[in-house]
């Protein structure tokens, strides 16, 4: 079975440019999730999504953050502009059903902002 | 203001004995506690669970123990081996919302190291 597919693996850009992250979830996996990781915490959950529509968003700097899932499957992370804070590991996860030991996890996108 | 703590940031331990990982949390709410296992450059793996009704769970070399009163939760791993090298995190959520949002919490991992 394969996994949770994400791409960029690595993206350095300029603060102020826009950038863009997508997520291939697992097969049949209703739940999509994005996750913040800065550099020596845990991942931030920031927005959840049940099939196509959202169910979390609480944590998203909707200011400059966006994300779409499409049809229900696939899905981007967008930032437009990026701040130099914005530097981290972006984690798409993916369950069958809403819960923590059903996330599936990618390997994360790699964003550094200079 | 940090939810779920893991004070300490490194472990070192020799191949065969205990490692004992601690997690502390502050928020009441919190009922479903998890462990997650990463190793550099991969997405974290679910490794156990427990929920607030349990004061201990256990799956094989892993032994997850929880406090409730004192909010405590540690996870044992005996023996420990070369290949639990990793970065663990603890987790907890509050269940499920009315929105059906299971949103976890993360503490800031600590880094075991298992030394042949």
């Known amino acids: 079975e394969a996994g949770v597919a994400q791409s960029p693996r690595y993206k350095i850009i300029e603060k102020r440019q826009s950038v863009a992250f997508w997520c291939n979830p697992i097969s049949g996996h209703a739940t999509l999730y994005w996750y913040q990781q800065i550099l020596g915490q845990g991942p931030k959950l920031l927005i959840q999504?049940?099939?196509?529509?959202?169910?979390?968003d609480s944590q998203l700097p909707k200011d400059r953050f966006s994300a779409e899932r499409l049809k229900g499957v696939d899905s981007t992370l967008k930032i437009q502009p990026a701040k130099l804070e914005d530097s981290a590991v972006y984690l798409c996860?993916?369950?069958?059903?809403?819960?923590?030991?059903?996330?599936?996890f990618g390997p994360g996108t790699r964003l550094l902002v200079l | 203001d940090q939810q779920v703590k893991q004070n300490s940031p490194s472990l070192s331990v020799q191949e065969g004995r205990i490692s004992i990982l601690n997690c502390d949390y502050t928020?009441?709410?919190?009922?479903?506690f998890l462990w997650y296992k990463k190793y550099p450059a991969e997405g974290p793996t679910f490794l156990i669970s427990?929920?607030?009704?349990?004061d201990k769970n256990e799956d094989g070399r892993f032994t997850v123990f929880l406090n409730k009163s004192a909010k405590h939760l540690s996870l044992h791993i005996v023996p420990s081996q070369p290949g639990d090298s990793a970065v663990y995190f603890c987790a907890a959520s509050p269940g499920i919302s009315g929105a059906g949002s299971y949103q976890l919490t993360f503490g800031k991992g600590t880094k075991l190291s298992v030394i042949p």
């Open positions: 427990i929920s607030s009704i349990k």
């Open positions: 928020n009441s709410m919190f009922d479903y």
């Open positions: 996860a993916s369950s069958l059903v809403p819960g923590g030991e059903t996330q599936y």
């Open positions: 999504f049940q099939n196509n529509g959202v169910v979390d």
